[in-house]
């Protein structure tokens, strides 16, 4: 690797013998190195693709975002990699950089988007929360800036999507779109809130988790059909539950254009049974 140039004495900016540039992170890796030095590949701890990272020309964005900045990104990712156990995506550095240095700015210019559904990340994706709240901390730690309870829920979409699945932002977004309004319908048919700490809860959000991914994907499920006998049964025995899976159902077709299969409303009917009784 041939240094393109050094942001200070631990990060650079480097390229490979493939041509390809990588933000490379370690102890002396950019100390006293000028333009088309060897980067010693023992000194470089991390390294981050440099491509595909941001809707800014490269060479801009890493001209528009302070040293600091560059250094509390690695660090947050380097605790969300511990919190949620896994290695993130190369392309995460520099994309959260990059909103990690907006959010700073709107949030010294009084600026704040609030997101509406920070209860379903936490339940949803709780390993990717804690490390967002975490990353939420290190900022007010290491640059004295205390972001908003928003950034909790955007912080958390970037480790979902930096994982080895990648899923797209938009996709995780959508998830928690549907899964926040079909939670809404039980709540307002039934005239209560759930109550999100218990275990038939936690158990329909993985249900509908999967669902939606399936229909995101239009991926067809070939399910063994419940006998008739049985149908009739769970639709009189749990009748209210049923209208509302069905009404559940009706509404997912308006909005979005799916169709809800006979076995899926009456898995729904009973998740949404377990929920109240």
């Not at 480097?14 to 933000?23: F, Q, S, T, Y």
């Not at 509406?116 to 936490?122: A, I, K, R, T």
């Not at 669902?211 to 006998?229: S, T």
Request: aromatic share 10%; net charge negative; with cysteine.
């Amino acid at each position: 690797m041939n240094l393109i140039k050094s942001f200070n004495n631990n990060i650079a900016l480097v390229e490979d013998a493939a041509g390809l540039e990588w933000v490379v992170i370690g102890t002396g890796v950019g100390f006293n190195r000028k333009k088309g030095d060897a980067i010693d590949d023992t000194l470089v701890t991390k390294k981050y693709s440099a491509a595909g990272s941001s809707t800014h020309p490269f060479s801009e964005l890493i001209d528009n975002i302070p040293v600091a900045v560059f250094e509390v990104a690695a660090a947050m990712i380097r605790k969300a990699e511990t919190i949620i156990g896994v290695q993130l995506s190369d392309h995460l550095f520099l994309a959260l950089a990059d909103h990690l240095n907006y959010a700073i700015q709107r949030t010294l210019d009084g600026i704040d988007y609030p997101h509406s559904h920070p209860w379903e990340l936490d339940r949803l994706y709780p390993k990717e929360h804690k490390a967002a709240k975490e990353a939420v901390r290190i900022v007010f730690d290491e640059l004295d800036v205390l972001l908003p309870k928003s950034e909790e829920s955007f912080l958390t979409y970037h480790f979902v999507n930096a994982q080895g699945q990648q899923r797209h932002m938009k996709e995780t977004v959508k998830m928690t779109e549907v899964i926040n309004r079909i939670v809404k319908i039980i709540e307002f048919d039934y005239e209560l809130q759930l109550n999100e700490e218990s275990f038939d809860y936690l158990r329909l959000l993985t249900h509908l988790r999967y669902f939606v991914l399936r229909q995101l994907h239009q991926e067809k499920v070939e399910y063994k059909q419940f006998d008739p006998e049985l149908i009739e049964l769970i639709q009189g025995t749990y009748k209210k539950a049923y209208q509302c899976a069905t009404k559940i159902g009706r509404i997912l077709h308006k909005q979005y254009g799916w169709e809800l299969s006979s076995n899926e409303e009456l898995y729904l009917t009973l998740h949404i049974w377990r929920l109240l009784y």
